[in-house]
């Protein structure tokens, strides 16, 4: 049994109810856990969504917590943290979406229960990111005509199987349009992927996955597909 520590500081809880993992965890169920270590106690708990998550997070921030949590993925985590970049109050990513890298960067794991026991030991930490345009990003940013397939999931997510799939058949039609190239590089991609540390720790693949815990950097690939 895990049970929140008293030294635990005040902090507020957003879950974002359209999370891949709240999906399939489902909200009894995460209150069951949540009421188990007694978290309410600690956290006043906002369900939101997507579209309202910094909107809630500058509320919970103005009302005196110490901290801001969000229970989503990583698209969760960046909303909140840019809404609360001109404050002080650290954000805690939980993991609530499909793949939490972000949380893997954080606490080396994206297990809820190990994390929320250990509250009592968190320190605020300095993360690097990028800024493509005016989006931050603290995992990675991909750039390119293929990368329209991550629209079509969050269309899917919102809308079900139908709208998923009339996003698809409009990607058809600029999949193959226009190249990419790198400045003051002769070659040109289709795809272009940026990540702090390493493109490949960022998600989790092969033997760099430790790297995403450290900062060493910006690291940029470009690729051609077919």
């Known amino acids: 049994m895990y049970q929140l520590s008293p030294n635990v500081p005040r902090f507020g809880l957003l879950v974002n109810q359209k999370a891949g993992r709240f999906a399939a965890l ?52 960046r909303s909140v943290i840019e809404a609360l970049r001109h404050t002080d109050i650290p954000v805690l990513p939980l993991p609530g979406g499909t793949l939490n890298r972000l949380c893997h960067r954080v606490h080396g794991h994206a297990h809820l229960k190990p994390i929320l026991a250990k509250l009592d030991q968190a320190r605020p930490i300095w993360l690097s990111g990028g800024r493509a345009n005016e989006h931050l990003f603290l995992v990675a940013a991909g750039f390119g005509p293929w990368m329209a397939f991550e629209r079509v999931r969050e269309v899917a997510r919102h809308g079900g199987v139908r709208a998923g799939l009339g996003a698809l058949r409009d990607v058809r039609h600029t999949l193959f349009d226009g190249e990419l190239a790198l400045q003051g590089r002769l070659s040109h991609a289709d795809i272009i992927v940026a990540a702090p540390g390493a493109v490949d720790g960022a998600f989790g693949l092969g033997d760099r996955n430790t790297a995403i815990a450290a900062d060493h950097g910006l690291e940029v690939v470009a690729a051609r597909l077919g």
């Open 26 to 77: 489902g909200r009894t169920r995460l209150e069951r856990l949540l009421a188990r270590m007694n978290v309410a106690a600690h956290a006043p708990i906002v369900y939101c969504e997507g579209e309202t998550l910094a909107q809630r997070a500058l509320e919970l921030a103005q009302s005196g917590v110490d901290a801001v949590a969000i229970y989503g993925g990583d698209g969760s985590a």
